[in-house]
């Protein structure tokens, strides 16, 4: 049995910060990147940042830099997304995925995905 679940979306007021997690379990992540993406409203899926099984970090817009930190916890089989700043075009649903080894932007690489969490950045 196999289940990606992301928790910790919210309503946040601008500049403040959440830290979403996915936990994987079903499988081992010691051998799988891990990404979030997210999807706003009338908007495509984007690749937010990923971290490969190796420990790389790849931030995929400039938007999100110095914003967003990716890890990883293999032990807890879970990948979380600190988020600080948060800004309102931050809102979105947030979606996390894997794939073996490396990372991709590219959300067709992905082999599972969870369910994906509301992030909500308004005042």
């Known amino acids: 049995q196999l289940q990606l679940v992301e928790s910790g979306g919210e309503l946040v007021q601008p500049g403040g910060s959440l830290r979403l997690s996915c936990a994987a379990s079903g499988f081992s992540l010691d051998f799988y990147a891990m990404a979030w993406f997210r999807q706003a409203p009338g908007k495509e899926r984007e690749g937010v940042s990923c971290?490969?099984?190796?420990?790389?970090?790849?931030n995929y817009p400039d938007s999100v830099k110095g914003r967003f930190t990716i890890s990883r916890d293999n032990a807890k089989n879970t990948v979380y997304l600190q988020m600080n700043s948060l800004k309102p075009e931050d809102t979105a649903v947030y979606y996390c995925?894997?794939?073996?080894?490396?990372?991709?932007?590219?959300?067709?690489?992905?082999?599972?995905w969870g369910q994906g969490t509301q992030v909500t950045v308004s005042s």
């Open positions: 995925g894997v794939r073996y080894l490396i990372c991709s932007n590219a959300d067709i690489d992905y082999d599972y």
């Open positions: 971290i490969s099984a190796r420990g790389a970090v790849t």
